[in-house]
């Protein structure tokens, strides 16, 4: 079983920085990437960063030079770094762990975290 386990949410004012943090556990196989999404009130999800195995990462236009996604592949953890931040950030935050595989050899899969709070005020 995966278990995607996030911290490091809260509630800040806008300039101010948040660190949040997703290790994922459980006895699998390889994580290819993974990231944070994230959902407002009345808004679809959208991603907001994800970083590879390798280091190559991908930001929404709407964070970057703003955040900052970090990973350490040996504690299967991802670290998101959020300065500057905005009443627009303000969602929940979704960790995620894509493609991964179990056992080697099988399908990869993806799966996701329940989520955390970042609330900007103005």
């Known amino acids: 079983q995966v278990r995607l386990m996030e911290s490091g949410g809260g509630l800040v004012q806008a300039g101010e920085s948040l660190r949040l943090s997703c290790t994922a556990t459980?006895?699998?196989?390889?994580?290819?990437?993974m990231g944070w999404t994230r959902q407002a009130p009345g808004k679809q999800r959208e991603l907001v960063a994800s970083i590879t195995t390798d280091g190559s990462t991908n930001y929404a236009d709407s964070v970057k030079g703003r955040f900052t996604i970090s990973r350490e592949n040996a504690k299967n953890t991802v670290y998101l770094q959020m300065n500057s931040l905005k009443p627009e950030d303000t969602a929940v935050y979704y960790c995620?762990?894509?493609?991964?595989?179990?056992?080697?050899?099988?399908?990869?899969?993806?799966?996701w975290g329940q989520g955390t709070q970042v609330a900007v005020s103005s």
């Open positions: 459980g006895n699998f196989f390889s994580i290819n990437a």
């Open positions: 995620s762990a894509l493609q991964l595989i179990m056992v080697a050899g099988t399908y990869p899969k993806d799966y």
